[in-house]
């Protein structure tokens, strides 16, 4: 028998060797389970099964939604929740279709905000975007729409909408599900470029859009396009200039010799223009309240061009913008008069628009 003594300094070393020894030979420390993956994001805009945790079947009845342009076909319509939730699917061109008042996916745009006027979407579509949504949660039934652009350069757009279940629990399990979707629409949702220019130019466009109504209208590199009455109008000019020959602000202070003085300018600076209506006051609704406005109407060759004139108050700038739209290579005066009443129509319509917002 015998014993063996060790130090304080010497124990301390010794137990701490031996734990060591001791977890390098544990089994448990061997078999320790490393972290799992998360798994990857759902994209619940591409999945819809994922989307209503069930297998989607084909939708029994098919409720009216309209016509949608000429060109869109019909790839897809799929219920699930009872069908409470229904997704419908269609394929656009990429081009647009020979002689048509903008592409495709600008019609479809428009056809889509039809169904919602009151939401916060563009009205006009941007030929930059490759990606657009829309999301209407205000009524009863809720509505998503997301438009994109293929590998191939055609167009998908995807609507969902969702009646509500009247069970309380049921509801808050869809409603769960719904926003999943609805964040991810919102993800994909292409950002509307700033108006840029002078604080006049930024509310003429602001004009332009509100203008617009439910009208289908594409803003491209050159401006803006959209119909009216059969005509394909297109801005030519958005401009800020002084004021010329005084255009007073005030309609009481419009005087019939300033405005024929004008027509006189603008007859020397455009000598092959027939105009159709010479420089006229804008004629103001009743109980409108505003400024004063002039416009002109006239053809060179086969353009007919519209402007409007717009005085600010006090020294700020005159406000302008021109329209054109393209006219038949020989139209018969019958024809000519038709544009010339749809571009009147439209210029007052802005000019009345103009007054609401801004004045």
Not at 105 to 120: D, E, L, M, S
Not at 138 to 166: C, D, F, H, Q, Y
Request: proline share 8%; charged share 20%.
């Amino acid at each position: 028998m015998f014993q063996i003594f060790i130090s304080g300094k010497t124990a301390v070393a010794f137990s701490v060797l031996s734990a060591l020894v001791w977890t390098a030979a544990s089994p448990a420390s061997a078999a320790r389970p490393r972290p799992r993956a998360l798994p990857a994001a759902v994209d619940f805009t591409a999945d819809f099964k994922a989307l209503a945790r069930q297998r989607p079947w084909t939708c029994a009845a098919q409720p009216a939604i309209g016509v949608p342009p000429t060109g869109w076909a019909a790839v897809a319509d799929e219920c699930a929740w009872q069908n409470r939730l229904r997704m419908r699917r269609w394929s656009g061109p990429g081009d647009a279709k020979p002689g048509a008042c903008g592409s495709a996916q600008a019609q479809w745009w428009a056809w889509a905000r039809g169904a919602a006027p009151a939401t916060a979407a563009p009205a006009g579509w941007r030929t930059t975007w490759a990606i657009q949504s829309l999301i209407d949660e205000r009524g009863a039934e809720k509505r998503i729409v997301v438009m994109r652009r293929l590998p191939s350069g055609e167009w998908s757009a995807t609507e969902w909408r969702w009646n509500p279940s009247p069970r309380a629990a049921t509801r808050a399990w869809q409603e769960g599900r719904w926003k999943l979707l609805a964040e991810r629409a919102a993800e994909l949702r292409a950002p509307v470029e700033a108006a840029q220019g002078a604080p006049q130019a930024r509310m003429l466009s602001g004009v332009l859009e509100a203008n617009l109504g439910m009208r289908a209208g594409e803003i491209g590199e050159h401006g803006w396009k959209w119909q009216r009455d059969g005509l394909c109008l297109a801005v030519d000019e958005v401009g800020l200039g002084q004021q010329i020959m005084q255009l007073p602000y005030s309609s009481d202070d419009s005087r019939l010799e300033q405005r024929a003085a004008m027509q006189l300018q603008l007859a020397r600076r455009y000598p092959k223009a027939v105009w159709l209506t010479n420089f006229s006051l804008v004629p103001a609704p009743p109980n409108e309240r505003g400024g004063a406005k002039f416009y002109a109407i006239w053809t060179e060759q086969a353009t007919l061009k519209g402007q409007l004139w717009i005085p600010t108050r006090g020294d700020g700038p005159l406000v302008r913008l021109r329209l054109t739209a393209a006219l038949p290579a020989a139209p018969d005066a019958p024809a000519v008069a038709r544009a010339e009443q749809a571009m009147q129509r439209e210029l007052m319509a802005l000019a009345s628009r103009w007054a609401a917002r801004h004045e």
